[in-house]
């Protein structure tokens, strides 16, 4: 506990942990001061430790070299036209991403191995920021790696193999093994064997992975203690069983354990299965199992502080310490199904808030499920993959069973991921300490059994979180950044009512079958949905679609998919696109209402109005039938066009004589055929925003667009220089925030 909070504390710099290690101290010094001068001395320790690292963990690159020799230090990951790896310059490591031009090169790339040296001529870049609420800290997560460039090079030249180091050769053979099982077996079983022989996960598919983290099973694809205790178990009877005294075994594994932490990617969960396993081949009975996990922590926290941010190693060290600490209350159930439900049972509850942290959402089907699912995979499918991957040359049929058991079994989790999903939002920093609280009372409630009223506290803050949103007096606008397209988020102060004007767009231009990567980017299912699950939004009142263009509504499938649609709303026309009609069917089959507006539509929700004043119904390009939505929001008056062009502008002047607006959303990312000299004096904005990709291939926003702005003394936010716009709002607006990229 001293080191956690110690490295916590110098590496966030959080005032919440200072003061944790404090409450520590406290509490040793009242009920246990004898330990005091250890937990002192630790926590110094370890203070200083990660404060050394991170000082240190500087560049030394000024992001102007264009000429450097790199040597690949990490497996090289080939995707459709797409190279990831790690290299190394000098003491440096970089991040390497690679576009391939031809299939040629993409075969090359899959031959090259760990210990390549190459003369390298590209660019540097810094890792992107977030530009967009809850979303993944990229430049972070490479911090935490020691990373601080991406290279991307231009050319690759006088490549070849140096002298490699014993970690690089294990390395290798671990590729080469990867390899193997993807030549040697179909497809899925092979994606499966790699997770968990070699803890390798990148060829399963992205839906089937993400259906096993949904219902809370993606522990079972991770090498953990329950791998390494079948593997080492088994290992140790047959050695036994050949002739071998307790000892020699003893000593074999010893040597083979560290090897093979490598072979399966050294993982934290590995590395603390490998650890503890140690500990206990070392001193036999005489160490406790707490004591076997304290030692794996403090050794990994010593060899890199950056560790404690890797979610494997939260979610390995915390469901281990639960199970101990709780193994007693789990022992007692005579029956192993009974034990099996409370370790199940245990184990979600410990880390329920670094998934709701980290996911927004659990599933209760979870609990079950492990039931079932624990003992296939440790009796059947593990044993399986091992002895298909030694026999497969001498008898098939292995492979044929593994088939069956997976291929079934991927059906099912598939099948029951977006059922009972409970969404309840990233929660408040307060609100993780009450669920810390609470838990820990749970726990101790069966421990003493006058305290069962306690267990309901757990119950209460769970309870807590999944109103809060309902109490909040803020209301948000918030101008996602989904590149070159729209989606504007809405929401009401105490959540009266959630709308969503449009959603995006990903543009697929593959033309090549090679150049297809397993999951491609998607605006809707990597932007929008994570942030509407990280608000804790289960229900979307209004999906507004403007119009029917692909950068506005083409991943508005994945935006009713994933959360409820009550009313899909759209604007009255003669004709509409397939994407359109493709989405009002979607819309229909999963239970939403269809409304069709036109001008002169209006509602109310509390103080906030809102009126559709475009379109009339006889306009005559696509653009122009855009849904403008007029509202009164926040004390301002808000108009958001679409991608309304001039010829709709001008409509909008001829029938509406008096419009006001403070804020304005330009209309078609700022294009010149929109936001016209006369539309700006009719309205007189003072703030206008922008959605629009960077570096974009239409040139948007204008530079006229700019000017006109500019000359009308309008504030200007654009997506692709300030990222998402947030505007926050109670009577008035009060904050407005950026996430510039």
């Not at 031009?101 to 390549?116: H, V």
């Not at 509407?532 to 509504?553: N, P, S, W, Y």
Request: hydrophobic share 45%; charged share 20%.
């Amino acid at each position: 506990m001293a080191a956690v909070l110690a490295v916590l504390s110098m590496l966030t710099k959080s005032v919440v942990c200072f003061v944790l290690s404090f409450i520590y101290f406290a509490f040793l010094f009242w009920r246990k001061r004898k330990q005091c001068f250890t937990y002192v001395s630790c926590y110094l320790f370890f203070s200083v430790w990660s404060h050394w690292i991170h000082q240190h963990n500087v560049t030394t690159l000024s992001g102007n070299e264009t000429a450097l020799v790199v040597r690949f230090i990490a497996p090289i990951y080939v995707d459709g036209d797409r190279v990831k790896t790690v290299v190394q310059w000098q003491n440096e490591r970089l991040k390497l991403i690679y576009r391939l031009r031809t299939e040629e090169e993409k075969r090359q790339w899959a031959e090259w191995q760990i210990g390549t040296t190459c003369s390298l001529q590209g660019m540097l870049e810094r890792p992107s920021l977030p530009t967009n609420p809850y979303a993944f800290n990229y430049r972070r997560y490479l911090f935490h790696q020691r990373i601080h460039w991406i290279v991307r090079p231009t050319s690759l030249e006088r490549c070849m193999r140096a002298n490699i180091t014993w970690m690089e050769r294990l390395q290798t053979i671990r590729q080469d093994g990867i390899r193997y099982i993807q030549n040697h077996f179909p497809h899925d079983v092979g994606a499966f064997m790699q997770a968990l022989i070699y803890g390798e996960r990148s060829d399963i598919h992205p839906a089937v992975l993400s259906s096993y983290q949904k219902l809370g099973l993606i522990h079972l694809l991770a090498i953990s203690g329950l791998h390494m205790t079948l593997l080492v178990g088994g290992c140790f009877y047959l050695f036994i069983r050949f002739g071998m005294t307790r000892e020699r075994a003893s000593t074999v594994l010893l040597l083979c354990i560290p090897l093979y932490v490598i072979l399966a990617g050294a993982a934290p969960s590995v590395m603390r299965a490998a650890i503890m396993t140690i500990c206990f081949l070392l001193a036999s009975s005489r160490l406790r199992t707490l004591d076997a996990l304290s030692v794996s922590c403090l050794l990994l926290l010593a060899k890199d502080p950056y560790i404690i941010f890797h979610l494997g190693f939260q979610l390995s060290f915390l469901v281990c310490f639960a199970l101990i600490i709780c193994s007693p209350w789990i022992q007692s159930g005579r029956s192993f199904v009974y034990q099996l439900l409370m370790t199940s049972f245990v184990a979600q509850v410990s880390t329920l808030p670094i998934l709701l942290y980290h996911f927004y959402e659990i599933s209760l089907l979870s609990i079950p499920l492990n039931v079932i699912f624990v003992p296939l995979y440790t009796f059947v499918i593990l044993p399986l993959s091992f002895l298909a991957l030694f026999i497969h040359a001498y008898v098939p049929f292995v492979i044929y069973v593994l088939t069956f058991v997976i291929e079934r079994t991927n059906a099912l989790v598939v099948a029951l991921s977006d059922a009972f999903m409970l969404t309840l939002g990233r929660p408040p920093t307060w609100l993780m300490i009450a669920y810390v609280i609470a838990i820990c009372v749970f726990f101790l409630s069966f421990e003493q059994q006058r305290a069962v009223m306690f267990r309901f506290l757990f119950a209460v803050v769970i309870g807590v979180h999944f109103v809060l949103p309902f109490f909040r007096p803020n209301g948000e606008v918030v101008m996602l950044d989904v590149g070159q397209g729209d989606s504007i988020y809405i929401e009401l102060p105490y959540r009266k009512a959630v709308y969503l004007i449009d959603t995006g767009g990903t543009m697929s231009w593959v033309d090549e079958p090679w150049k297809e990567r397993k999951q491609s980017f998607r605006v809707g299912e990597d932007v929008i949905v994570p942030f509407l699950k990280a608000k804790g939004v289960r229900t979307i009142d209004a999906l507004i679609a403007t119009h029917g263009d692909f950068d506005h509504i083409g991943d508005a499938g994945d935006v009713c998919r994933a959360v409820r649609v009550k009313t899909l709303v759209v604007g009255i026309k003669k004709e509409r696109s397939d994407l359109e009609q493709a989405l009002i069917s979607q819309a229909i089959k999963n239970g939403a209402r269809v409304q069709v507006v036109q001008s002169g539509h209006r509602w109310k929700v509390g103080n906030a109005q809102f009126h559709i004043i475009s379109p009339f119904g006889n306009e005559t390009t696509e653009n122009d039938r855009s849904v403008v939505v007029y509202a009164s929001i926040g004390g301002v008056y808000w108009l958001f066009t679409g991608d309304l062009e001039e010829g709709g502008e001008r409509q909008l002047i001829r029938t509406y004589r008096s419009l006001p607006v403070d804020i304005l959303k330009v209309g078609h990312h700022g294009s010149k055929t929109s936001t016209s000299e006369f539309f700006l004096r009719h309205i007189r904005p003072k703030v206008a925003f922008i959605s629009v990709g960077r570096r974009n291939r239409y040139g948007h926003p204008h530079r006229e667009v700019i000017a006109r702005l500019r000359d009308h003394n309008v504030r200007i936010f654009r997506t692709d220089e300030h990222g998402a716009i947030v505007i926050r709002f109670r009577e008035r607006i009060s904050t407005i925030q950026t996430f510039s990229p």
